[in-house]
């Protein structure tokens, strides 16, 4: 019977991964990742030749037929994105869905993804949180914060360097200046970093200085002027 393995890749540090994931990949009849250049640097680095196939944002639904029928041809396949795991602000939601309407088995394995060190880091509460990623662009992108401002959960965003400042600036707009955030970079890498401390100062500290790198903004329902800021 074919199987779909979703496989978590480090989205930092190589040793995030996981012995399972290195095993499940050795096994895989064919790996299906975002980018192939991206997935065949990690496989070169743990010492894994397999067949790469692209399966990315652009084209998952022209290839999800062909996808469905690799897939059904192979004892076992993987799929992977660029870091983190797949359908988590990634592509693999289509192709998981259409394997169960198939009866192909599907496991998703556990293993790295961004938000959960950065909330956990935050100092901020993770009993219960709202996990939004990344905002729209355009439409839709007021009614979203809107909706979020009222939320009665800590909220997890992923933003790009680009759109950060712009995103603080409506956090502050729409949420409050002084609503607490922590807003992390480069998680799992070399220069990761957090800066703890309300949403006001995290646009005086974001509009000052370079902003390069990935980041997860948590941000807080409560407004606590008495949590200490970190910004290590």
């Not at 050795?26 to 790469?52: C, M, N, Q």
């Amino acid at each position: 019977m074919p199987k779909l393995y979703i496989v978590p890749t480090p989205i930092g540090n190589l040793e995030d991964i996981t012995l399972r994931a290195l095993r499940v990949l050795k096994e895989s009849d064919l790996i299906y990742a975002e980018d192939t250049r991206v997935t065949r640097v990690l496989l070169k680095h743990f010492d894994i030749p397999k067949k790469l196939l692209s399966f990315h944002t652009n084209n998952e639904h022209a290839q999800l037929q062909e996808a469905l029928r690799q897939i059904e041809a192979h004892e076992q396949v993987a799929l992977v994105s660029d870091a983190g795991t797949p359908g988590i602000s990634d592509p693999g939601f289509l192709l998981v869905r259409a394997c169960i309407e198939q009866g192909i088995e599907v496991e998703c394995l556990p293993g790295p993804t961004a938000f959960v060190p950065a909330l956990v880091a935050s100092g901020l509460p993770a009993d219960r949180f709202f996990f939004e990623g990344f905002l729209p662009h355009k439409k839709g992108r007021q009614s979203r914060l809107e909706y979020l401002a009222n939320l009665e959960h800590t909220v997890v965003l992923y933003e790009s360097p680009y759109r950060l400042v712009k995103t603080l600036q409506q956090v502050a707009q729409f949420m409050g200046g002084e609503r607490r955030i922590s807003v992390a970079k480069e998680i799992s890498k070399m220069y990761e970093m957090h800066f703890r401390g309300s949403v006001q100062e995290a646009l005086n500290y974001f509009t000052s200085h370079v902003v390069k790198g990935e980041f997860v903004l948590i941000i807080g329902k409560e407004v606590n002027s008495h949590e200490p800021t970190d910004n290590s």
